[in-house]
């Protein structure tokens, strides 16, 4: 087809209406394609960033031809209304924030040249945002992401260490889905720290419906995020070009349950891509919710994580929230003196022993090994018997 | 005390019995170094190293004061009866395995000059052996360890893995405890491999004896194994020494289960110290019986594996045994053509779009994505309702 007359494109990049000496240009012209293109189109993405949104813009209203792949957009350009989108956007409490804004989160810059996943890339041209929580809050934050079809178990754990992240201050960030989404959310509900969910559709949506009541209570106290416009439906590809949001926004990723296809692995792969930390949680070998998991943790591409404390301390720079080496509780084992731990080692664990053996074995003399005995049957890890020594069963260890 | 009359210590380096003919001196000394020295005493084991098992056990018994802490082995010396122990043992059909032998495995030389773990360390001054099983027959064995205390997930663990390890042709090694050794013979002899038992206690002795029908099956058809000697009692000192020799012995060692206190780790301590791969199988977090697993993988001392494949890859040479990435199983969307793979991530997920927004979306041709949508609907991919088409739920992936 042949370009349209210049003078009859619509003139979106410096509209002449009265409403529009309210809205910046830069931000104008970022609404209007954010109204034409797909999330995560890369070559629309590139070229905004390179160009600069406005004189891509023009260029795409100029010369529609330039390119084919751009076809589609410019086509969309006369179909679209960005003032009147963006005035009723914000009368429904929902803001467009965009690069050089004061709230941008300047971690999604890092999607710039990144290349592309399914083919899904690029920093977006901004972000619908619907609630209070400011998107430069985010510093802290980190992504809990996982299977729809997730088990109850693998929500217990999401929500744990949701909740564990709340209490150490750290947003969480994560879908809107079933599963263990919702249970990321709710953990750091329970908590009462920031959650914020980032949407494949309009954040005015809800999905899944069923989700609605704890969608409008993010919107309401927390946040809903989205990088396609108000209204836009929940297609398959956004999701894609969302996970990739989801990745960028946040310090790490925790994917708890993912079977082997789970879109998680994507948002995973963005984070690993991004040089974010990747963690999973393990499961059952039986469960396919976790094989996705151990694949990762297999490969090298995420770190095993156990619970909040491995999450906090992943995340955080060298030095900080260093975890503590799980141990096992405390026993008397651990209070005895050397010697009396060399006698301990050197009983019987089946049939009793003399002194003069468990002497032998441990190297000390038995008038010695007669009193550390005594001393050891009195905190119950060794036994008297009439035929002699042995090992009290609890502490074989 | 002052040094016994040389020519009243008992000759037993060069006994002058009858018997003594068909015994050469090298074995008959490392039998009475077996007899005086607990398993696993480094300073003992490796002084036999350095001078040779002959020459250490003539220092020893014309210089029982030389060092203090050789006086309680010294002292036994005039105690034990090597000739007839040898004897005893080779009629129960149990041989002694010394270095210099065809079937000394040559991997425990591995373990001269190691350290020692939990007091314990340095090359056997020879194994005592119970069946038909050769130990030069073990340099493709695995070692599978665990807890005592394992649950009916782990041990079903432990019996895929070794039963794959089997089929594959690999010995399986073990200890002959409850739980996960226990599981791991049972799983080996279940695909009638050869699986080998190292014990703490003499390879005439059943402990626990509830296993003692396992025992004998192993000590007939494939073999036990002990550094101490016939008739020593499983001393808690001695699972410690035998741990080395079960990560010594083997290629590998793969950990399914163990508590944060768990022996099992002391032997995967021991291989990560042998540079031999350690290997760990997932579990619940809400499991005790996996946490010492957990954080072997999180501190990167084991690398986590999902079945005997990933074993497979991991003890054999590059390039054996590569273990395809799991893959879900293939589905319609995996025959689709570029084309129709677009078309089917621009679907909506929820309420239905009109072939028009569809195609924008995919940017594609109306006509065209007409056409591909009825291809998509007729693999259940695609489903077309009164308003529009949307994706087939199981197709959300």
New interface residues.
Partial sequence: MSGPDPSAAPSIAAPSTADSATVDPERLARATLSLVA?PGDARILGLTRRLGAQEFLDLLVHHPDLRP?LG?AAG?LAQVEPLPVLEAARRRGIRFVIPGDAEWPTRLDDLADTGVLQ?RGEVPVGLWVRGPLRLDRLAEAVAIVGS?SATT?GE??AAGIAADLARAGRPVVSGGAFGIDHAAHRGALSADGPTLAVLA?GVDRA???AHRAMLEHLAEHHALVSEAPPGA?????R??ARNRVIAALTGGTVVVEA?????ALNTANWAERLHRPVMG??????SAA??GV??L???GAA?????GD?VLELVSEAGHHVVA????PLDARDGLSVRARQV????????P?PVESVA??A?LAPEEVATLLDGLAGVDLAERTPAGWR?RPSA??
Same sequence: chains 1, 2.
């Fill in positions: 797909e792949e589609a969309r083919d729809r178990y217990h754990v559709c999905y899944p419906a439906s929940p297609f398959r590809i999701f894609l079977a082997l296809r789970s879109g949680t393990p499961g059952a070998l039986t976790s094989q151990h694949q943790i297999r490969r770190t095993l994580v156990t619970g491995d080496e799980p141990r096992a301990l080692d050197a009983l019987p664990v089946a049939a022993a032998r074995v190297g090992l074989l260890g």
